[in-house]
Structure formats: C-alpha cells, structure tokens
C-alpha cells in the first residue's frame, strides 16, 4: 500500500515528536499526544473531506467494505522510511476519522519495559492461560511482542498469533512464527482460533478476547496443551476473571469458572502512568499468579479474595496495582497526584503516602 505524500508528512511529524498516537479529527490540525498530552500540529484545520480521504487512503476495496459495514476498522500500515503504524478508523457525526499509533520495530528488554521477572517463567509454559490486560494505550500488546520474542530466541517450537491488526513483525528465530491479521488473513478471532488449533500451534496469541466465542475456544486451547497469550480491557486481575465468567450465560458459567481455575496461569495489569519529570511514561503494574488458594476463589466464585492472595504473595513476586503506584512514588518516578488518581483505593493511597511522610519527618 503505498501512503499518499499528504500521510507521509503528518507521520514522520510523528516520528520525529516521539509521539505515541496521532489523531486525524474534523475541524483540528493533526493531534499528537506526546507523554501522554495532546498536541495540535502547526498547519491548518482538517475538513470532514479530508479526514475521510486520508482515512480511506489506508484501506484496500475489502476493508472499505468492512468500514461501511461495521463503521470501525483497524488495520496496520508500513512505510520503508517511517515503519509501521496501527490505524483505527471511526465515524463522528457519519464521516471517518482516525488515530493512529506508530510502532516500534525494537523489542526493549524485560528492564527496560519495567515488567516483573517472574514473566520471563511464563513464556517457558507448555500449556495454560496467561493474560495481560489494562486499557487502551496501557502497553499490553508491547508486553505479549516482548513474550513472543523470549519464546521465539529460546524455543524451538511454532508460535501462531492472530491480530487486531499486526503491530510488530518478527523475524524467526529459533521457533516458527504465523502472524495473522484480521480482516487481511482472517475473518474474525474465534474463527481463526478455531483454524490455528489445526495448524499444529505451541503457543497462540491472541491479540484481544473480546467474546464468549473467542474466550471459550481460547480456554479450550489452554487447557489441551497449548500456551495461550491474551490480552483484555479489564483495568485489574481480579475484575479480569470476573469478566471473563461474566460475559458467559448462567448456564455455562459453572463450566467455564471450572475450565478458567484449571488452566489460568497468571494475570498482568498494566498501566502507563505520566512520569515525574513529564517528559515520559512508567509502567504500574499488578501481577497475579495462580496458586492452589486462587484456583479455589475462582470455583467458588470469591473473585474479590484474590486481592488478599496477591497481597501475602508479595514474596513471589505478586503485588496489586497500589502497590506498584507507592512504589513509583518513593522512588520519585510519578507525582503524589499521579499516584492517587490511578490508585484503585484513593483514600487508602493518600493515608499510606501521609503515613510515609510524616515517618521520615
């Protein structure tokens, strides 16, 4: 797909701000958020005309077709000179807009992604669940590139994932990898994941459960010997397994909550947090990993216990959203209101950061 010069420019603005989205609106310049504040370009106002014409100018007849069908689409872009970029397009007021994130073609170390060491345990799985949820722009799909990338240098084995869309391409090395995009290789998740369990797969990634049908086949899979990397839209781990038994009817859920308790092996939430200096992003994180007392809240339905499991595994290496924030705080690395606006407990937060401050006064 060739990007028209018009693109071209607003990207390589992008590349050159470090920027992490980029924002095509009717009525505004280019927006770019850069640490996680947006910034207008300096050019002129976009009309709906335009926004529509540099939207579709991303898009081949099939996934134009999917637009006007579904109004939504995401699909991921490469220039030689300016590297790869995911787009989602929308409608506001029945016209296309878009934002669009410039991928990295570097995969950064464990350290440097600030993730906890016990994750580098989970790529060397042969079977289970291992999610990594959080919201839109938390780093999740960094988290399950940096996952592939430790299997792909360690392993011999074959690694399929299935995309919403493609963000970072990787080159084998010592697995075979099968990287599949939606609406350009495949139709839909559930349906691709069904096909990938055929094609002799160790491990799967699935860039989003995002239904019953592709949460249910992805648990069969964790549980019939294959490791399963997912990532979800839940902010923390205990409200990810509550999702997750939710979205099933009544019915199902005895069934479901049974299959999840045998084969989850560990949940990462994420968040990226405006740093002290505002000149950058930290990682906050929780971390859970699935132990005898979890696997029995989880059939008995005590979603809400699992936070005191993390809590007495601190020596494990688990520990829940808040305790990530304090800790980022003491170091210096976020402000005492970054701290309190992300914590899930904000009262809590603020009587353990006073508590802190008056002991060393």
Known sequence: MIITTEM??????ARRAEASDIHIVAGLPPLFRINGEIILADSPPLSREDTKRLSF???????????????QLCCSVFDEKLGRFRVSIYNQA???EMSIRPVTHVIRSREDLRLPMQIEDLTRLSSGLVLVTGPTGSGKTTTMNYMVDLINSERRCKIITIEDPVEYVHTQKKAIIVQ?????????????LIHVLRQDPDV???????DLDTTATALMAAETGHLVIATCHTPNCFQTIERIVSIFPDNQQPQIIMQLSNCLKAVIAQRLIQASNKKSRVLATEFLLVDAPTQRHI??????????VIQTGRK???????????????NGEITYEAAI??????????ERLLDQRDAQL
């Open 316 to 330: 494990r290496g688990m520990h829940l959203m808040d305790d990530s924030l304090y800790d980022l705080y003491q």
């Open 94 to 96: 029945g016209n296309p």
């Open 299 to 308: 059939r008995e339905q005590e979603f809400h216990q699992i936070i005191s």
């Open 8 to 13: 071209q420019r607003i990207l390589a603005l």
């Open 180 to 192: 599949q995009e939606l609406y350009t290789d495949v139709k839909s998740f559930n349906k691709a």
């Open 57 to 71: 100018s991303f898009l081949n007849d099939e996934q134009i077709k999917v637009f006007e069908r579904d109004w």
């Open 341 to 350: 606006n992300n914590s899930f407990n904000p009262r809590a937060m603020r």
């Open 204 to 210: 799967v990634c699935v860039g989003e459960m995002r």
